[in-house]
């Protein structure tokens, strides 16, 4: 079946480390996607790509990174600049980025500092 | 800019009992609207979606939602709730002009009583 996987299901960060979260899919997608959820804000959009090699900042990009190698993967580091990246982090994609096109979640991320 | 308001942050209601979730919309331009659900710890799953045409859209698990565009709502309906439709609910929204980013609502908890 195709779909989306994001690994660790669960990660502890120490402080002044650099974690980073995969995310795979194997639908053939053009576009990722990665959000934020936190309790009662819903998600917010920290960074997404378009294309391979391309990505662009969403709403809260600071104190993250990602990169975008190869159509399949769409990983995302967390920088000890990010002073508060306790929080559930969801992998999306879509076959592009016209509107229209619903999104395809992975189960998610959930980071903890230690 | 678009945004989008879930009017209720939680939603009790007894098993078999007709539920409706709020959503409405603010756009300068037409949209796409969507409904995602989340069960626990796990990525959001699309119920149904509004693209065009009828403005009834029926959904997976018997939810249907409408698309009233003189109130700029999208509520979603189901006649009779299970057990198993306990979850958080998602409403999002998209511009038909770009390739844009999905505006997401805070999020809708329904909570079903036995």
């Known amino acids: 079946d195709g779909g989306i996987t994001q690994s660790p299901k669960y990660l502890f960060r120490k402080e002044g480390q650099n974690v980073t979260l995969s995310c795979e899919q194997n639908?053939?997608?053009?576009?990722m996607y990665w959000y934020r959820q936190d309790p009662g804000q819903g998600l917010r959009l920290i960074y997404y790509s378009q294309i391979v090699n391309d990505f662009q900042k969403g709403d809260i990009a600071e104190g993250y990174s990602v990169s975008r190698e190869k159509k399949e993967s769409f990983p995302l580091t967390v920088t000890s600049a990010q002073k508060n990246p306790t929080a559930f982090y969801l992998c999306?994609?879509?076959?592009?980025?016209?509107?229209?096109?619903?999104?395809?979640f992975g189960d998610g991320t959930r980071l903890s500092i230690l | 800019a678009q945004s989008v308001t879930q009017l209720d942050s939680q939603v009790p209601v007894f098993e078999e009992a007709p539920v409706e979730l709020r959503c409405n919309y603010s756009?300068?331009?037409?949209?796409?609207l969507f409904w995602y659900v989340q069960y626990p710890n796990q990525g959001l799953q699309l119920l149904l979606k509004y693209l065009s045409g009828s403005t009834l859209v029926k959904g997976i698990n018997g939810f249907e939602a409408e698309f009233n565009k003189s109130q700029t709502s999208f509520h979603l309906r189901k006649p009779s709730v299970h057990i198993s439709d306990t979850a958080e609910y998602f409403c999002a929204v998209t511009e038909y002009s770009s390739a844009s980013k999905i505006i997401f609502g805070s999020g809708t908890r329904l909570s079903i009583r036995p």
């Open positions: 999306a994609s879509s076959i592009d980025l016209f509107g229209g096109q619903p999104q395809h």
């Open positions: 639908l053939n997608h053009d576009a």
């Open positions: 756009s300068s331009v037409s949209v796409y």
